[in-house]
């Protein structure tokens, strides 16, 4: 019947999907944070998990005393005081941890003076891990949010630190939160989420002219554009190497130039300014549409200044002035409006050589001055062991959100945005990963994961962290992008991660990586035939694509139809008619 009709209608209808949920009996991750000092601490996240008598409703039940603790109450809230003394005082919580579980961590905290910073700590048998930090303050209840792992099974002890409190003060604690999931659980919040924020259901109707649905429609679907960022630095081997070049262009739309856009790179000499290599970088990921962040303009780090600045006077501040800014107006100015980001003050958090100098308003001023110089081009703070290492006290997520409010504070009201770094050790701490996140998604900042690596001193689990990584940070709503850390000078090596070898023979890492892309690509297409309902349903992941019908009644070339498919996207419906 079909062929002797005189056209067909192709209607495609795209519809958002809310993904799959977990067993009823199953319990989901909890995303939300908030940094607000609040009157009253939120009631702990998960009910408590295995935590006993996480409210204090029950005096202290679940809890030892050490030191001077007591049970304070106020407005019907009670919590645990601890007077710090020599940090000799805690409140200590038992837990028998199980090390193939995964254990996200949450509680309130107040201080009765002033402010500090309180760290979370689980002592185990061997040793102690840090849970996380949290800036706590006199008046209101301050969240912390962290997680743990355990490298074996056996009893641990919670208890909490402050190395700035005042020792006349008080460390109060409420709403303690600690809850184990099974790998398996885990991997479930993965997927939910990932089907949620990374993907959109595609719902293909076909019908005649006459609007009658037709079954057994072959409908094909490829795609040409993906929409996540992903990609991996490139070293300046690439110019001369055509198996680097295909390699990598063959993978990849986003790069960032592991050495070769910073200042002491492109002013070896003084006053002798070379962007020649720089400049062929630039022209070759234009020509093959790859978008690049600039990194970096400055950097706090005392050792990677130019060899002539390494040792400059702290008296002579002006002259030092002037050097960054005109290193500032001169890489600026040359990439201006050619790069999707700029990472303006490298390493501030861990580093202050700009601001002994220049003063603690610095990172403020080349924000703004780089905002003016660039406005539409998006400037990132860029830092490690923010998300991966839940020890480093100074770039841990509070002080990441300190240091924004900071700038804020200081006069830089431009835009700005969060590059976490994550270089990755032997331990893998998926809690706090996504933990860490939550708590910078809090700032309502763009957050890109800007320097992904995994120390292969991981050895043969290299490959596996990085893949687990990956998905970790692509599952996250928060997460606008991700690039490794895994430049390869050919006959050298990478600085602690290769994607292959040098002749780019893919290493197993470099395996992760293909597998994840053709994963994210769709590669080999997407094949279905429309049901009696002339119906045809499938998700597909955010991106360009393009569609192939046909009928095999009707012996006409398919019909092909472009379409794009987007997060939060309105029903979009295409119809396309096929004479016969």
Excluded at 175 to 192: A, G, R, V, Y
Aim: hydrophobic share 40%; glycine share 6%.
């Amino acid at each position: 019947m079909a062929a002797r009709m005189p056209f067909i209608s192709l209607m495609i209808l795209i519809i958002i999907s809310a993904g799959n949920y977990i067993n009823a009996h199953e319990v989901p991750y909890d995303y939300s944070f908030t940094h607000e000092c609040l009157a009253k601490p939120l009631k702990p996240q998960y009910g408590g998990g295995i935590a006993v008598n996480p409210e204090l409703n029950e005096g202290c039940r679940g809890w030892s005393q050490t030191g001077n603790t007591k049970i304070g109450s106020k407005d019907g809230n009670n919590y645990f005081v601890a007077s710090v003394i020599n940090n000799q005082s805690s409140p200590v919580h038992k837990f028998y941890l199980h090390h193939d579980k995964l254990y996200p961590f949450s509680g309130w905290f107040q201080v009765s003076k002033g402010k500090a910073f309180i760290e979370a700590i689980f002592k185990t048998q061997t040793y102690e891990v840090t849970a996380g930090f949290v800036a706590a303050q006199e008046g209101c209840w301050t969240m912390l949010k962290g997680g743990i792992v355990v490298n074996a099974s056996g009893p641990a002890e919670l208890y909490f630190k402050s190395v700035d409190i005042d020792p006349t003060a008080e460390i109060w604690v409420d709403s303690i939160s600690l809850q184990p999931f099974t790998q398996q659980e885990w991997k479930c919040h993965q997927d939910q989420s990932m089907q949620k924020v990374r993907k959109t259901k595609v719902k293909f109707h076909v019908v005649d002219n006459q609007g009658r649905p037709l079954p057994n429609a072959k409908v094909s679907i490829k795609q040409t554009r993906l929409d996540f960022p992903f990609g991996t630095a490139i070293t300046e081997h690439i110019l001369n190497n055509t198996a680097y070049q295909n390699w990598f262009t063959s993978r990849f739309k986003y790069t960032v130039f592991e050495n070769e856009m910073k200042w002491y790179f492109n002013e070896k000499v003084r006053g002798v300014v070379d962007y020649s290599v720089t400049d062929a970088m630039v022209q070759f990921a234009k020509s093959h549409g790859v978008a690049i962040r600039g990194h970096t303009v400055l950097w706090e780090d005392r050792n990677f200044q130019p060899p002539w600045l390494i040792d400059f006077p702290i008296n002579r501040s002006e002259e030092y002035r002037a050097l960054t800014d005109s290193r500032v107006h001169s890489v600026m100015n040359r990439y201006k409006g050619q790069l999707i980001h700029w990472d303006v003050v490298n390493e501030n958090l861990h580093h202050w050589f700009i601001q002994d100098i220049l003063g603690k308003n610095s990172s403020a001023v080349y924000y703004k001055k780089a905002h003016e110089i660039d406005p539409n081009t998006l400037l990132f703070l860029n830092e490690y062991m923010t998300v991966e290492k839940s020890g480093d006290r100074r770039a841990s997520p509070w002080k990441y959100l300190q240091k924004i409010w900071e700038m804020r504070e200081q006069g830089y009201t431009g835009p700005l945005g969060i590059g976490a770094q994550a270089h990755f050790g032997a331990v893998m701490n998926l809690p706090y990963l996504r933990a860490s996140i939550d708590v910078l998604d809090s700032a309502k900042l763009p957050i890109w994961i800007s320097e992904l690596d995994v120390n292969n001193i991981t050895g043969s689990n290299q490959a596996c962290y990085l893949e687990q990584i990956i998905r970790e940070l692509h599952a996250h709503r928060a997460v606008q992008g991700i690039l490794m850390w895994s430049a390869i000078t050919p006959g050298v090596g990478c600085w602690r991660m290769c994607l292959t070898d040098s002749n780019f023979k893919n290493l197993p890492t470099g395996d992760v990586v293909d597998k994840i892309i053709a994963e994210w690509t769709h590669a080999g297409g997407v094949q279905g035939t429309t049901n009696a309902n002339g119906c045809f349903e499938t998700p597909l992941f955010h991106g360009d694509y393009e569609a192939s019908i046909s009928l095999p009644t009707v012996n006409k070339q398919p019909v092909l139809q472009k379409f794009k498919v987007v997060p939060n996207g309105k029903a979009e419906v295409v119809v396309v008619k096929i004479c016969t």
